[in-house]
């Protein structure tokens, strides 16, 4: 739950806020935030309980972070950061702002994802098959697939596809979005 407070005042709260020409933020935007996040229905897990995870540092290269974005957009992954940058708070949120732009994505920042997963470098990409917001118990090893690499995210699906073929129609659901045409 704390994680998604953190995204949410991170990604969303400063977006509502803002308007088309990019005002400041209002002097109260985190209060206003929390405000907001409490109305607001927590996440629930559908039917489908899948979930692929896209994990990055901001000090990766500009270029792959926002080709990461582009492919979490195309397929509804969630970019995943281990912490803050610098430590502060502030400035993680400017950066990924920055970053995303008008992209619609989604960012969490879960050290327990990182732990979990057992994720030692990045990017990495983690396909699931349970939903896992905060993942307390740690998931079994047929439970998700993962792959290490800076490559576009239909490349690394493919070839996950092709080390896992009892993952087939998940991977291809994943890689049908991934073909998506860009804005």
């Known amino acids: 739950m704390l994680f998604a407070l953190v995204l949410f005042i991170l990604i969303l709260a400063p977006r509502a806020v803002r ?4 005002t400041p933020l209002s002097p109260n935007w985190m209060e206003d935030a929390v405000a907001r996040y409490r109305t607001i229905k927590p996440v629930e897990q559908g039917e489908s309980s899948d979930h692929l995870y896209l994990f990055f540092t901001l ?7 926002r080709l990461m974005i582009e492919d979490a957009e195309k397929t509804g992954a969630i970019l995943v950061l281990r912490g803050f940058k ?3 708070l502030g400035k993680t949120r400017d950066e990924i702002g920055r970053l995303i732009g008008s992209n619609k994505v989604e960012v969490d920042i879960n050290p327990v994802l990182y732990k979990n ?19 307390k118990d740690q998931p079994r090893e047929d439970d998700f697939i993962k792959l290490s690499g800076d490559v576009r995210l239909k490349w690394g ?9 009892k993952w087939h129609p998940l991977i291809e659901k994943y890689l ?3 073909m998506k045409v860009s804005k």
């Not at 000090?59 to 972070?65: A, H, L, R, T, V």
């Not at 070839?159 to 896992?164: G, I, N, P, S, V």
């Open 19 to 22: 308007s088309e020409e990019e």
């Open 59 to 65: 000090g990766m290269p500009e270029g792959s972070i």
């Open 86 to 88: 610098e430590e502060d």
């Open 117 to 135: 997963f057992q994720i030692k470098e990045v990017p990495a990409m983690v396909l699931t098959r349970i939903f896992c917001e905060s993942c």
């Open 157 to 165: 699906l493919e070839t996950l596809d092709r080390q896992f073929p």
């Open 176 to 178: 049908t979005r991934s």
